[in-house]
């Protein structure tokens, strides 16, 4: 099967004079290392420039909490069923009363655990979410040498009540939705 | 006899100084060439390059140096000690010490005194050079002998059988040059190149065939058989660590500073340029346009080792005793026709 039209046949013939002398293959080559030096550099200066995210890029994990600062989450589990790395695990517990301000629901996450390590970020939790409260940023999981330290909890994923610490899933939200009434869910 | 006193020790004075200059002037030039070694090959292969230490990077060499310096310095159980140590210091020796007979300029003049830009001007300056490349092989043998590594003896192997294969060709252009200038002393060559009126225009094959052989001789890619990495892990050097094997790369940038500078003299004008006075600038024109001359050949050397892949031994066996030294013959052949024919 041909996939392109570029490949060569080798054959295994003596070389003419011309390319045994070499010197025409050696300026050739010259002028094209040559051309490459005054190119355009892929190289990025990675601390003072970043490359630029796509606006839907899927990173570290966000826990949402609606206007009132009340957390989404209802612990029913289905990220933890959907999720095809088994990385999410969660224990769930019932809202007592006063706490009304802190959860939406009656029931909520008590202990709501990602380990990064296993999690392949591939999204399917935030699709199987019910309750938009679990989306995927542009933030990048910082390195560490501790396995211990990938196993992100609510400290780590649930976004400060307030507004500066709130992280902007708008494009994300978009996406997700787009997505699901595509296939008609 | 005060005043003979008084002038020996002046001419003393002035050649220490001539050689202290030129040695800190090899050494950094050896030292920035490793940093433009590293620019070019990123340039050519679309990267930047070092550029963290210092602005651009400029600081590279000063910390390779340091790290050079504070590194374990590791010898082999089974190696020749005496030997093993001898040869970096040889290696380097050998290629500090070709530098005294070239020619950087005519003459500087300043505060009404006159000073020969040439350590010593010997009347057999080319075949000085020649003499002391070829030692500089001996370096390699006793380092790759030393080390009791099968890779480190091989790869001193190789560069001794292509020092003898290159050599010969390189003489033999180094005659036609010779005997169409009519002298052995490089200080003669460059004066007869005044102007643009430069060897080359007469001796392109011969150019060609020495520049080949100078590439050969300084174990620079393509036809760097001593130490491909590939094959032999770093050849004849395998086995040493810290500023003993910093003595041996600088060494071999010195050879190619060296070597630039030689071809520069030979068939380029020297410090000769259309237009230019070498005594301009107190004298200072002409070592600027020798060191550019040679800056660009340097480049060049880069430039190739960035291009071309590696030759096999057999080709280049092949291509030195099949190709290069009948070339150089026939270049001779011609030369002397020439100088028969039409004089100099």
Redesign the interface.
């Known amino acids: 099967m041909q996939l392109t039209n570029r490949s060569k046949n080798v054959v295994n013939k003596e070389m003419t004079f011309w390319e045994r002398i070499y010197l025409p293959a050696i300026f050739k080559g010259m002028w094209t290392t040559l051309k490459h030096f005054f190119r355009k550099k892929n190289t990025l200066n990675y601390p003072e420039e970043k490359r630029e995210f796509a606006p839907v890029y899927r990173g570290w994990h966000v826990l949402k909490r609606d206007q009132q600062g009340r957390e989404n989450c209802t612990a029913c589990g289905l990220c933890a069923v959907a999720c095809p790395a088994e990385a999410i695990t969660m224990e769930a517990a019932e809202r007592k009363k006063g706490e009304e301000n802190l959860y939406r629901e009656e029931k909520y996450a008590a202990v709501y655990e990602i380990n990064m390590l296993r999690c392949i970020f591939c999204g399917l939790c935030e699709e199987a979410c019910p309750k938009e409260a679990i989306f995927l940023t542009d933030r990048l999981i910082p390195a560490d040498y501790v396995r211990q330290n990938f196993i992100f909890g609510k400290d780590m994923l649930v976004e400060g009540v307030e507004p500066e610490k709130r992280v902007d899933v708008t494009v994300r939200q978009k996406h997700i939705t787009e997505k699901k009434t595509a296939v008609g869910v | 006899m005060t005043a003979i006193i008084l002038f020996t020790s002046a001419i003393f004075i002035e050649k220490a100084i001539l050689i202290l200059v030129l040695f800190v002037l090899t050494l950094s030039v050896a030292a920035y060439s490793t940093y433009g070694e590293r620019k070019?090959a990123a340039?050519?292969?679309?990267?930047?390059g070092p550029?963290r230490a210092g602005p651009w990077g400029l600081l590279q060499p000063l910390v390779d140096g340091a790290k050079f310096f504070t590194k374990e310095d590791f010898m082999p159980n089974a190696a020749e000690k005496w030997l093993f140590i001898l040869a970096p210091g040889a290696f380097m020796f050998v290629a500090l010490m070709t530098s005294a007979v070239i020619p950087w300029g005519t003459q500087l003049t300043a505060f009404g005194g006159a000073v020969d830009l040439q350590v010593a001007d010997l009347n057999i300056g080319i075949l000085y050079i020649i003499g002391f490349t070829s030692l500089g092989v001996y370096g390699i043998m006793i380092g790759g002998w030393a080390s009791n590594n099968k890779f480190s003896l091989y790869g001193a192997i190789r560069a001794s059988a292509q020092m003898v294969s290159y050599e010969l060709a390189m003489g033999l252009s180094i005659i036609a040059v010779v005997m169409l200038t009519g002298t052995l002393s490089l200080k003669e060559m460059a004066a007869q190149q005044a102007g643009f009126n430069w060897n080359i225009w007469y001796q392109p094959l011969g150019f060609l065939i020495f520049f080949v052989c100078s590439l050969a001789e300084c174990n620079r890619a393509p036809f760097d058989m001593a130490e491909c990495e590939t094959e032999l892990v770093g050849g004849y050097h395998t086995e040493y660590s810290s500023m003993k094997l910093g003595f041996f790369l600088f060494a071999e940038y010195i050879n190619m500073f060296i070597a630039c500078a030689v071809i520069a003299t030979m068939y380029f004008g020297g410090y000769n340029f259309p237009g230019v006075d070498p005594g301009w600038l107190g004298g200072l024109m002409g070592p600027i346009v020798m060191l550019g001359k040679t800056f660009f050949f340097i480049f060049v050397f880069m430039?190739?080792r960035?291009?071309?892949p590696r030759f096999r031994y057999d080709q280049l066996m092949r291509l030195g005793w099949k190709?290069l030294i009948p070339l150089a013959i026939l270049n001779m052949l011609l030369t002397g026709a020439g100088v028969l024919l039409f004089g100099k």
């Open positions: 070019v340039f050519i292969q679309d990267r930047l550029n430039w190739i960035w291009t071309i190709s």
